[in-house]
C-alpha cells in the first residue's frame, strides 16, 4: 500500500473513530429528550421509538408547575454562580503566588492540595458533615459552596498555575520596572493574558457544582438548600420511576451547561491544552 493511500486509510478510521464516540455520547442525551416528550404508555412499550408518539409537553409543565422543582433549579443557580466566581478569585492569587514566589514550603503545599483530590469523595463525606456541623453550614447553600470549593479548587490551581508558568515572566518585570504594583501587574498584565484559562476553570468549577450530587445528597435535607441534581432522585418513589417528568427535568438541568460550554469552547479548548504545556 502506498504512503498516500495508508494515509487515507488511517484518516477515514480517524474519522469512523470520532463518529462512534460522537454517537456514544450524544445517543443517551437524545434518547433523554425524546423520553421526556412521551406518554407512560409510550415510555413503557414493549416496542420503543424513539420519536414520540403522541408528542406531548405536559412533563415539562409538570416540572415547571412544580414550586420544589423551581427551588432546586434556583438553588443550583446560586450555589454554581457564587463557587465559580469565588474559585476564580481565589485560583487567581493562588496560582499566581505558586507559580512566581518562591517561598519554604511552596513544594509541599501544592502537592499537599493536590492530594486533596486524589482520595475518594465517599472519604470526605464524614469529615465535611463534621467540620460543617460545628461551623452551623449544614443544610445552607452557604456550606454548600465551601464544600464544592474544596473539593475543586486543586484542579483548579494547577491548570492555572500551568498556564502563568508558560508566560514570559520579562513582561511582568517590565511593568514592575516600569512603577506597578503586584496586584495592578496581576490584574492588568496576568489575568488578560490568561484569560482563555479562566474560561476553562470557570466552566470546569460551574458544571462540578452543577452536577454534583454526593455531597448535597447528604448535607442538604431539605428543599431549601437541595440542587436540582438530588431533585430528580425524588422521582423515584416506591411505585417506581416517573421516566417522563425525569427526563424533562433531566433536559432542563443539562441546558445551561450546553449554552454555557457553546459560549465559551474556544476559550477552554485553548485554556485546557496550553496549560497543560507547562506544570
Do not use: H
Not at 465517599?122 to 461551623?135: D, K
Not at 435535607?221 to 417522563?244: C, H, M, N, Q
Amino acid at each position: 500500500m502506498s504512503p498516500v493511500a495508508k494515509k487515507i486509510v488511517l484518516k477515514i478510521i480517524t474519522y469512523l473513530l470520532a463518529i462512534l464516540i460522537v454517537i456514544f455520547a450524544l445517543v443517551p442525551f437524545l434518547w433523554a429528550v425524546s423520553t421526556s416528550f412521551k406518554t407512560n404508555i409510550d415510555i413503557y412499550s414493549l416496542k420503543p421509538s424513539f420519536i414520540p408518539k403522541p408528542f406531548i409537553l405536559s412533563n415539562y409543565t409538570m416540572v415547571l408547575e412544580n414550586p420544589k422543582m423551581v427551588t432546586y433549579f434556583r438553588n443550583t443557580v446560586i450555589i454554581a454562580i457564587c463557587s465559580t466566581i469565588i474559585s476564580l478569585f481565589v485560583a487567581v492569587f493562588a496560582a499566581y503566588g505558586f507559580s512566581r514566589y518562591k517561598f519554604p514550603g511552596r513544594s509541599p503545599l501544592l502537592y499537599s492540595i493536590l492530594f486533596t483530590r486524589v482520595l475518594p469523595r465517599v472519604a470526605l463525606l464524614v469529615p465535611f458533615y463534621v467540620t460543617l456541623s460545628n461551623l452551623q453550614l449544614v443544610n445552607k447553600i452557604s456550606g454548600l459552596v465551601l464544600v464544592y470549593l474544596i473539593v475543586g479548587m486543586p484542579i483548579t490551581v494547577w491548570l492555572l498555575k500551568g498556564y502563568i508558568d508558560a508566560l514570559p515572566a520579562e513582561v511582568e518585570e517590565a511593568a514592575l520596572v516600569d512603577g506597578c504594583r503586584p496586584l495592578q501587574i496581576l490584574f492588568r498584565i496576568v489575568v488578560p493574558m490568561v484569560a482563555p484559562a479562566i474560561a476553562a476553570i470557570g466552566m470546569y468549577s460551574f458544571i462540578l457544582a452543577w452536577n454534583e450530587f454526593l455531597f448535597p445528597l447528604l448535607l442538604a435535607k431539605d428543599s431549601t438548600t437541595r440542587p436540582i441534581s438530588v431533585g430528580l432522585a425524588f422521582y423515584i418513589d416506591e411505585d417506581g420511576i416517573d421516566w417522563g417528568p425525569m427526563m424533562a427535568a433531566s433536559v432542563l438541568m443539562s441546558l445551561p451547561a450546553i449554552i454555557l460550554f457553546s459560549f465559551a469552547q474556544k476559550y477552554i479548548v485553548k485554556g485546557l491544552s496550553e496549560g497543560a504545556v507547562k506544570g
